[in-house]
């Protein structure tokens, strides 16, 4: 019996998890450059080019991941659906790069515009908008379900 | 009396020719980075961290970094670091060095590095990356497992296992970390006048060492290993040898790391040490932390029965941190030590103590301060 409430607790955490980070992926968009041939990517291989553990498109450019603001309510969203950690945690994982020289946060840009115009400027850009922003100067790409 | 360095007079250097740099390019050309803060001590006790028996205001330290991206492979890394506290004032560079990054699996890291041991030594004096004012002292204090920096060459990378992933480093050259040695000066009987509060400089040649660390499905959560071996830069050229493992659990609200480390100098000294420590964030800004460290060092030919205390450090301490962002945080402790490897009275006032048999075994420390980076 108390196995079966220990499942049951569990089923019910992950289910809500994962309805949580479902929602968060419906609030944007991952958008790249038009001359960018990628249509879509996985959950973990966007998590890994905006934390830069990898910093090359599968045609061996360097990736240019571009972020949003602190504050930016669609970072928050980006955040906990795409690295599952809330934004102070990524912060916190930057500030451990920075000071022992191991790396630097991508670029912050203020609003869905600035980060259009961004990718729109950079062949090798990737970032994130709101869905509701207006993407026809960029290419807006799949993000695949992640499994956490 | 203030010890300038030729580290630091490179470290003041760099930071000259990087300010008008910074000035003439792009802001994203060269990255400035730094980080700083301020701590009150004051114990019932002996000198420990912070803290006096009279409490002690002087602790303050900050630090400049600089990131000079050549291209998209190599970049420069330098940082410089001013500390201040009852003492003296001490400069010195954290480090410099040139990355080659091949690939995201390999690249080469060559000059004064950051030393890639456990968790915490590349990050020890960033304060807003911990829930306490220090690291713990069982592992981190001036024990010697690890040195700031390398100097030499290595080399570092991760690679994906699946869903499993793994980061490695791989170094060889000469490190100098710091190390208290008073303990070891009173049980070969010196009068201890001219022994600093200061832990002082060991250096160690012909060093090879790394650091594996696996981190597992379990988002958050990693294990590891590290270790060097090198020879001890004096008359006797003794061996060092230090190993170490780490685990560590982060999440939005929680952070869990505990780690154990061991160092063998061959006919001279051995030490085992490490910690437990948890953290809880109740709001974004509220966080709770409690640790337990412990250090036990065994000296080679002495007889420690005059003050057994001065070769154990065993810590409880519990913290409250205010996060106003992840930038500034003000945080408050009590720390409970046993033992007189780290918590003592000031050298030279140490052999009159044990003579009149008042070594206080146990220390009450409270602590609080503000750190910040940016």
Redesign the interface.
Known sequence: MRQFALVLVAGVALTIGGARRAMAQDAFVLVVNQANPITSLKGKDASQFFLRKRTKWPGGQAVQPVDQTESSPVRRKFSDAVHGMDVPSVKSYWQELVFSGRGEPPPERASDADVIAFVRANPNAIGYVARTANTSDVKTIILLPQLH | MGRWSNGCRLALAAVAVATPVLGAQAP?AV?L?G?GGWAYGKTTHNNYLAGLPTGDFRHVSMAL?I?A?VN?KLTI?T?GEVGEDDDDTDVSLS?A?A?Y?V??QFSVRVGH??HPFGIST??FT?G??RPFLDLPQGFYGPVGFAGQAYNGLGL?G?TDLGTW?ASYDVYAGGNTLEKLHTSEEFYHGGTLQDVSQESELLSTRNVIGGRVVLHTPI?GLSVGSSAYTGILDEPAANRRTVIAGQLDY???RWTVQSEVGHENEIDDERATGGYVQAAFRFT?EWQLAAQYDYLKNTFFGVDPSRAPSLQYHREGALGLSY?V???FVIKGEYHRVNGNRFAMPHPEDLVAIVDARQLRTTTHLIQFGAQF?F
């Open positions: 994203e990255i980075h980080y970094s990131d991206p998209d890394h940082q480090y060095f990355e990054r690939s995201d590095v950051k590349e990050v960033v807003t990356v570092a991760e992933s988002r982060r999440s939005n974004p996060w962002s992840r930038s980076s």
